[in-house]
């Protein structure tokens, strides 16, 4: 099982909206083959792993370990459960069950009904924690969010004043690295109209290898020019906005590929934080990593709708400048990137 998590890190970021699930097929105590969840509609991680073994006939005595329950529904693939049962595998080992209601069970009764020896929770904890982003948005109706940002040892997320739209780096180049390790593991990134603005930021993943995260941008006022680069068509961007006049669509349709902008209509009156959670789940964005300014931060840690946090702290100190979010919470882990520290933290 400890392998099964392994090679399911692989496929974080690209399997999304499943589940990056990892598994292993053991005949003799021997591995014999192995798979990961392949890119979203391609297969699943069992298909991978049974196609990997050579000589199928082993299979009838083999036992196949899977971090998470093998799916009993027609999706993009057909089950993986039904897979199993063809080959007549001996023994299935399963992490932890699978919340989907589609599944919820069904895979595993489906694999005992067969005559196949199931045992069920093994590292279950460490595979729920692998499977986060997947079981935060079955159980709770929302992506899984990861609050980051970078401050000052003075506590300062950004000088008060500075002469030109682009960042002011706090972190060194190795944690700027890491945020972009981050960034391919996610499937949205959301930033405020005051970033956009102040920094014109791409968004994207630049300095790591792998998918480029959604872009999720508040604009309230549509208040962001259209030359800004959330708005270059490179990545899909969902623009989060209050209200729009006729004449504000016609100017976004003829200037934007429909395919590549979407904008959506919340009230900031009321609880944004819960609003965005609702829009992102309609999108079915699984996770989110949100790097926006001190205000969009604090309005996700005030409504409590975070799951990790993580902090960079960088070697150097404004004097003034503007105040990083209100945090108090326990730090669950530290550790020094080069000069800088990260601090990291769970929501529990």
């Given amino acids: 099982m400890k392998r099964c998590l392994q090679i399911a890190k692989n496929g974080i970021g690209t399997a999304r909206p499943n589940p990056s699930v990892g598994a292993v097929v053991v005949y003799n105590d021997t591995i014999i083959g192995e798979g990961f969840t392949s890119s979203y509609s391609g297969k699943h991680a069992e298909v991978n792993a049974i196609e990997s073994v050579k000589d199928k006939s082993l299979l009838k005595e083999a036992t196949i370990y899977v971090t998470l ?62 499977h986060k982003r997947f079981f935060t948005s079955q159980e709770k109706k929302r992506p899984f969010i990861m609050l980051k940002w970078a401050e000052t040892k003075d506590g300062c997320i950004a000088p008060l004043t500075k002469g030109e739209n682009r960042p002011v780096w706090i972190s060194n180049p190795y944690s700027q690295q890491l945020v972009h390790q981050l960034r391919s593991k996610e499937h949205a ?49 969902i623009v989060i906005t209050e209200s729009r006049s006729l004449k504000n669509k016609n100017v976004i349709s003829n200037n934007v590929e429909k395919s590549q902008l979407i904008y959506e209509e919340i009230d900031f009156t009321k609880k944004i934080a819960s609003q965005i959670c609702e829009v992102l789940q309609k999108h079915h964005i699984q996770s989110l990593i949100i790097e926006g300014g001190t205000h969009t931060l604090q309005t996700f840690i005030d409504e409590n709708l975070w799951d990790e946090a993580m902090i960079f702290i960088g070697d150097c100190e404004f004097g003034m400048g503007v105040k990083s979010p209100i945090f108090n919470k326990t730090v669950l882990e530290e550790k020094n990137i080069k000069r800088d520290v990260l601090k990291i933290y769970s929501n529990d």
Wanted: glycine share 8%.
């Fill in 69 to 130: 329950e093998p799916c009993a529904h027609f999706g993009k693939t057909p089950p993986c459960a039904d897979l199993i049962v063809k080959y007549q595998f001996k023994k299935v080992v399963i992490g932890c069950v699978d919340s989907n209601s589609l599944v919820a069970g069904k895979g595993i009764e489906r694999l005992k009904i067969a005559g196949i020896e199931v045992v069920v929770g093994v590292l279950e904890d460490e595979c729920r924690e692998h």
């Fill in 189 to 237: 990134i959301l930033v405020g109209t005051n970033t956009v603005i102040a920094d014109n930021p791409k968004l994207n993943v630049r300095s790591w290898y792998g998918e480029n995260p959604i872009r999720i941008v508040l604009d309230r006022n549509l208040r962001i020019p259209k030359s800004a680069n959330v708005f270059d068509k490179s990545v899909k961007t």
